[in-house]
């Protein structure tokens, strides 16, 4: 396999993703400024300046034109993908901690946290591809608020399929899916023990997986909510995603980050870990990294992965072609 190592952030690497082509890869950063390469051969594109703290969450939309960012400075900013330019900055009362743009990217969604007497909110902007940006209200058309009695805070957030729902992870392991149109809370599972890192949803919105402190990372049905599968490791799980043409989770964490300093890359355990879908078993690790993994993300076509770590280094491998042409074994039925 052939990494490339991507080098433009100055302190550790918040999340990872491909845009909807597979072209463009956008990396977040605490040193905030988001930044775009080149998803084919690593080449730095350019840079979106204007945030004031740690970059927590980007999205791209699906026509690659706009770019959000949620950051620390209480503020999601809307830029033009190509030209770097900040086109909006939604103001917020809080540390914005997740954003995520709908099916159709007409609207958008952020949570924040709770900040001096202001709760934490999840936020619904208006955002339609064919208004010009200027144009665009910073008052979200929802707000829904999260009291403070609760004291779970919300860590992650997504669209379901044809933004019937949102889903929104917290730190008690649970998460709430509400309605966008009311901001009701329709229904709420609880798949973990501890903190869920991020939620993350196969290509077609069928599958999500969840990612969590307390080792493990499960596999859900989208609609049921129906547990499918659970995928155990000797780690903090801060990120995993669903191979798009293969059966095939990666799984990305590693101790504790305030721990690091004391431990070597291979007692630490900051290697990807690849997982069967269906048969839950660990068939291989990719190791490089001298930090934990925070974010991961598998390429549309499924021909390379990025992951990104703590250590501040994003490294682009490309899939050889023993694994792109490699048949998943069968296991033979006992007589």
């Not at 594109?45 to 980007?58: F, K, M, P, S």
Request: proline share 5%; net charge negative.
């Amino acid at each position: 396999m052939r990494p490339i190592l991507l080098k433009g952030h100055e302190r550790s690497i918040t999340y990872v993703s491909y845009n909807y082509d597979g072209d463009l890869l956008f990396t977040a950063s605490k040193d905030n400024v988001p930044t775009v390469w080149s998803a084919t051969t690593g080449e730095r594109l350019g840079t979106y300046n204007g945030h004031q703290g740690a970059v927590w969450d980007c999205d791209c939309d699906k026509a690659s034109v706009r770019v959000l960012t949620a950051s620390a400075d209480a503020t999601c900013k809307m830029w033009e993908v190509e030209t770097g330019q900040e086109l909006k900055s939604f103001p917020h009362r809080g540390p914005v901690r997740g954003v995520a743009w709908s099916d159709g990217s007409h609207m958008f969604a952020t949570i924040s946290d709770p900040f001096m007497d202001n709760d934490a909110l999840i936020s619904i902007y208006a955002a339609p591809a064919d208004a010009a940006p200027d144009s665009y209200s910073v008052t979200p058309i929802l707000e829904i608020e999260l009291p403070r009695e609760n004291a779970v805070k919300a860590t992650n957030i997504a669209w379901g399929n044809l933004n019937k729902a949102l889903f929104v992870t917290f730190d008690d392991g649970s998460i709430r899916l509400y309605n966008p149109k009311t901001g009701d809370i329709t229904d709420t599972v609880v798949p973990h023990q501890k903190k869920i890192n991020r939620i993350a949803f196969n290509q077609n919105k069928t599958l999500f997986i969840t990612s969590s402190a307390d080792f493990t990372s499960k596999l859900y049905d989208a609609y049921t909510l129906q547990h499918l599968k659970t995928y155990k490791t000797d780690r903090p799980v801060n990120d995993a995603c669903i191979h798009p043409t293969k059966e095939h989770i990666l799984l990305g964490g590693g101790q504790e980050a305030m721990s690091v300093t004391t431990t070597s890359g291979k007692a630490g355990k900051f290697e990807t870990k690849f997982f069967h879908l269906v048969y839950e078993s660990e068939f291989g690790i990719v190791k490089g990294h001298f930090g934990p993994i925070n974010a991961i993300a598998v390429s549309p076509d499924g021909r390379s992965y990025a992951s990104g770590a703590e250590d501040g280094y994003i490294r682009l491998h490309f899939f050889d072609e023993d694994y792109i042409n490699m048949k998943d074994p069968v296991p033979e039925e006992e007589e």
